[in-house]
C-alpha cells in the first residue's frame, strides 16, 4: 500500500506539472467580441490597443483641440442630445457583426434572456431574482472594447489591477444586467460605434425596468472605457437612469481606436453625434467620471473644463492608469448604490474617499461555484464555474481532473485538483495512508467529513524543472469507498489558494 500511494503522489505531482506548465488549461480563446478575461483578443484587447495609441497623443492634443468645445456647441443648434440623435440618420460604411455565442450563465446567479430594441431582440445576462418578494438596485454594466457582444467575463477572475467584469456590484449585492448591443452574438442590426447603441442601453433600461423584483427608480448606469463613453452619451440621452458612472470615456470619439470606425468618417456630424463633449448640457442625472491620471486623463480635464452643469462630477485619481481604478473604485460604488435608498438620488462622491480606496490591499474574491454530484457513489462537491472536470478514469478507478479553462496568472487558472475515488485494497485503510504520507515529510492530521473519518496532508513537491508547488491531499473513507483530493498550486500563490480549497472540501456531502 506504502508504494501504491508513493507511485500514485508520482503520477499525479507529473500531471500537475504538465499541466501547470502548459497553462493549465486550453488556451483562451476569443469566444465573442470579447470583453472579459477570454474575449481578450477581440474587445478587451482591441480597447486596451486603442488607448494605448490614443493616450499619449490625448495629453499633448486633446485640451488644445477640444477645449473650442465650449457651451456654445454643447447643444447644437439648442436642440437636446436626445432630440438631435432621434433626428439624425446614421451612415455605416461598414457593415459588421458577430455571431458568437454566448455562454450559459451559472444557474441562479445570472439568466441569458433578450430584450427588445429598435432593432430587434438583444442578448443580455441579468441577476436572477433573488425570489424574497422586495425590490432592488441595479446597475447595468457596459463593458469596454469595441465588440457588441457578451461572454463569460462577467464570473472570471477579477485582476486587481485590470478588473473589467463589473463583478463587484453583483457580488456586494447589487443586481447587475450585462447587455449585448445591436450587431454582436447574433443580434439583430450592425455595429454603430456609438450611436445605436446608445438607444440599446436606453432599451435595456426599459426590459430591467420590467422585471418584478427590479425597482425602477433605483437602476443605475455603469461602464469603463468604450463603455464610459457609451454611458455618458446614454446620460445625455436619457434621465431615467438614478445616476451614471463612467470609467475613462473620452470627451470626442476620434481620440478612441479609430481603425474600429463603422461610420462615414467624412461627414463631421458624425463625429458629433458620438462625442460627449458637445451634449454635456443635456445631463439631468447625477453623472460620476473617474479616470487615471496616466490614462484618458487629459479627455476628462476637457470634460470638466468645458462643463457648466452641475449633474457632472469629475475625478482624476493620481498615479493610476487606465485600468487601474476600476477594482477598487466600483467596490466604493457598489456601497453607494446599497446606501441609495431615499426617495432622490443621494449619492455623493469626495476625492478624498477615492484616494482612501485606492490604498487598501488587493482583494481575492472566491469564485462562483457549481455542485457535481456523483449519485451511483452519494458524493457531492463544488468546485469553480470555470473549472473544467475532465475524466480520466482507467482500471476501474473513477478519476478526474479539474482545472481552468483559462491560463491567467492567478489562484483560480493556476489551481489544479485531482478527484479519485475507488475500492481500496484488502486491508487498506486511512491510517496506513496517514503512515505513508508521514513518510513522505507531510503534515498529517485526522479530521471528519460529512460525518466519516479524513485525513488532510500538507507538504510541498517539486517538478523535473525546479518548480515547487504546495500540495494538500485529503482522503474520506465512507464504508468500503475511498473519495481523495489532491490540490496542486505553484509556492508562490500558496497562502492565496487555500480558501479556495478550503471552500472545495467544507462543500463535499453524502447521500
Known amino acids: 500500500m506504502k508504494n501504491k500511494v508513493l507511485r500514485k503522489l508520482l503520477v499525479t505531482v507529473m500531471a500537475a506539472a504538465m499541466c501547470l506548465t502548459a497553462a493549465c488549461s486550453s488556451a483562451e480563446t476569443a469566444t465573442n467580441n470579447g470583453v472579459g478575461q477570454n474575449g481578450a483578443t477581440t474587445e478587451q484587447e482591441a480597447d486596451t490597443a486603442g488607448t494605448a495609441k490614443t493616450e499619449d497623443t490625448n495629453k499633448t492634443d486633446s485640451t488644445a483641440k477640444t477645449e473650442s468645445a465650449g457651451k456654445s456647441d454643447s447643444s447644437a443648434e439648442g436642440q437636446s442630445f436626445a432630440e438631435a440623435h432621434d433626428a439624425f440618420q446614421t451612415t455605416l460604411a461598414e ?19 433578450h430584450y427588445p430594441s429598435k432593432v430587434g431582440d438583444l442578448a443580455a445576462y441579468v441577476s436572477s431574482d433573488p425570489g424574497d418578494g422586495e425590490k432592488h438596485p441595479l446597475i447595468i454594466w457596459v463593458v469596454g472594447g469595441w465588440g457588441n457582444g457578451i461572454d463569460d467575463f462577467p464570473w472570471c477572475y477579477p485582476a486587481w489591477d485590470d478588473d473589467q467584469t463589473g463583478s463587484a456590484f453583483w457580488r456586494a449585492g447589487v443586481l447587475t444586467m450585462y447587455p449585448s448591443f445591436r ?4 443580434n439583430p442590426g450592425n455595429y454603430e460605434t456609438l450611436f445605436g447603441e446608445v438607444d440599446d442601453i436606453a432599451s435595456a433600461y426599459e426590459y430591467a425596468a420590467s422585471l418584478p423584483y427590479v425597482d425602477p427608480d433605483r437602476i443605475y448606469l455603469g461602464g469603463h472605457s ?35 470606425f463603422t461610420f462615414d468618417t467624412d461627414n463631421e456630424e458624425e463625429y458629433k453625434m458620438r462625442s460627449p463633449v458637445y451634449w454635456l448640457d443635456s445631463v439631468k442625472t447625477p453623472t460620476f467620471l473617474i479616470e487615471g491620471s496616466e490614462g484618458n486623463s487629459s479627455n476628462l480635464k476637457n470634460i470638466e473644463r468645458t462643463s457648466q452643469n452641475d449633474n457632472i462630477h469629475c475625478y482624476i485619481m493620481e498615479g493610476q492608469d487606465h485600468w487601474s481604478v476600476l477594482a477598487p473604485l466600483t467596490g466604493v460604488l457598489a456601497q453607494k448604490i446599497l446606501a441609495d435608498t431615499g426617495t432622490e438620488c443621494n449619492i455623493a462622491i469626495t476625492q478624498e474617499e477615492l484616494d482612501e480606496a485606492m490604498e487598501q490591499e488587493p482583494e481575492i474574491p472566491m469564485p462562483l461555484m457549481q455542485q457535481y454530484t456523483m449519485e451511483e457513489m452519494g458524493i457531492s462537491f463544488s468546485y469553480p464555474y470555470l473549472w473544467d472536470m475532465v475524466d480520466v478514469s482507467e482500471n476501474g478507478e473513477v478519476s478526474y481532473t479539474l482545472f481552468s479553462r483559462y491560463d491567467g496568472e492567478n489562484v483560480w487558472d493556476l489551481s489544479l485538483l485531482l478527484f479519485d475515488a475507488y475500492l481500496p485494497e484488502e486491508n487498506v485503510d486511512l491510517q496506513l495512508m496517514l503512515d505513508a504520507y508521514k513518510e513522505g515529510g507531510y503534515d498529517v492530521q485526522e479530521k471528519k467529513i460529512g460525518g466519516f473519518p479524513a485525513m488532510e496532508a500538507v507538504g510541498m513537491v517539486e517538478d523535473d524543472e525546479g518548480n515547487i508547488f504546495k500540495t494538500i491531499f485529503v482522503a474520506v473513507q465512507k464504508d468500503d469507498l475511498f473519495f481523495t483530493f489532491q490540490f496542486y498550486i505553484h509556492e508562490s500563490l500558496e497562502d492565496d489558494a487555500e480558501p479556495l480549497f478550503d471552500a472545495i472540501i467544507d462543500s463535499i456531502s453524502f447521500e
Open 95 to 113: 457593415k459588421n457583426s458577430d455571431d458568437d455565442p454566448i455562454p450559459d450563465p451559472p444557474e441562479g446567479v445570472f439568466d441569458l434572456v
Open 183 to 186: 450587431g454582436g452574438n447574433g
Open 226 to 260: 468604450t463603455g464610459g463613453t457609451r454611458a455618458l452619451l446614454a446620460a445625455e440621452y436619457t434621465d431615467k437612469f438614478r445616476a451614471v458612472f463612467g470609467f475613462g470615456a473620452v470627451d470626442k470619439i476620434e481620440y478612441h481606436n479609430n481603425s474600429q
